[in-house]
């Protein structure tokens, strides 16, 4: 069944969630501080070793040794741009206090407290490799392997998560659904046609993107990741670009 590895996912994101809320109360406001920064700091090595797909092989071959940075930095830079005019972080963000007001009005969770779990954890569980490549070997019927490995990760991870900023990171499942189901349904024309480079390119952003998740979590820096997402979409499409034109 095509999109089982999605509804896994959605499942344990839920699971996670409920269990840290319930748990999460009962921990004092520094161990769950410090849970929190643990989760930052992974997300950092997380987003690290994605950034290694700088080196790929296939990728290099596409654009040269040189070119990899320069298409993500572009992707950064182009996908910034395009998603400031578009207001995404303040749309997802909007989406979060929509759902708090619709599905948690009673809950404990203060709104701001619902938003920050609800676009920290949506950003966290889709920007990730896993989400995509998960999603395209899912649609394409060749398993759902690496969702089933997603789907473990996320659970512990959601229940971290809502320990500390609660029913928010349940909704995250909405976004989930939304971001790879797409992919999902996509990957039926775009499967076969996404070469190694594309997705190491893929990768490497989403890297970028995910030690700017990171510093958010770790109150570093609030970067506006949301802001930046087309850059997931564009670094792709300049590969392909400058594939063809070497």
Known sequence: MRGLGTIINIVAILLGSAIGVLVGHRLPERTRR???????LVTLVIGALNIASLRDQDYIDAVGGGGTLLIVLGALVLGGILGSLLRLEDRLEG??????????????????????????ASLVFCIGPLAILGAL???????IDQLALKSTLDGFAALAFASTLGWGVAAS???VGVWQGAWTVLSVWLGSLLSGALIASITA???VLLLGVGLRLLNIKQVAVGDLLPALLLAPALTALVAALR
């Open 34 to 40: 410090t849970v929190t920064d643990a989760l930052g």
């Open 137 to 143: 070997s899912d649609g394409l019927g060749r398993g």
């Open 173 to 175: 499942a909405l976004s």
């Open 95 to 120: 989406i979060g206090g929509w759902l708090q007001a619709k599905f948690a009005r009673g809950a404990k969770d203060s709104r701001a407290t619902f938003v920050e779990g609800f676009v920290d």
């Open 205 to 207: 952003t989403g890297g």
